[in-house]
């Protein structure tokens, strides 16, 4: 099983802000399409992708008992 983590806006989409989902051997691209099929709404196209706390992209695949954050992007000032 994967651990999803979901912040800021995101996380109101999904209604929580982690799911465990089982994605081993899909890319990063597979588990986005996956959700935003899932979740209408979720704007995974602009948000940053992390697996085990290291940014990832989009073709990096996912193994077993990773964890996978989706952070958007903020502004501050």
């Not at 799911?19 to 051997?25: R, S, T």
């Not at 940053?48 to 952070?71: C, G, H, L, Q, S």
């Amino acid at each position: 099983m994967n651990k999803l983590l979901f912040f800021a806006g995101l996380k109101d989409i999904v209604n929580s802000d982690q799911l465990e989902l089982n994605l081993a051997g899909k890319t990063v691209k597979e588990v986005k399409a996956e959700l935003m099929q899932q979740y209408g709404d979720l704007p995974l196209e602009s948000v940053m992708t992390a697996i085990n706390e290291e940014f990832a992209f989009d073709n990096d695949i996912v193994e077993k008992n990773d964890v996978i954050a989706f952070i958007p992007p903020v502004s501050g000032g």
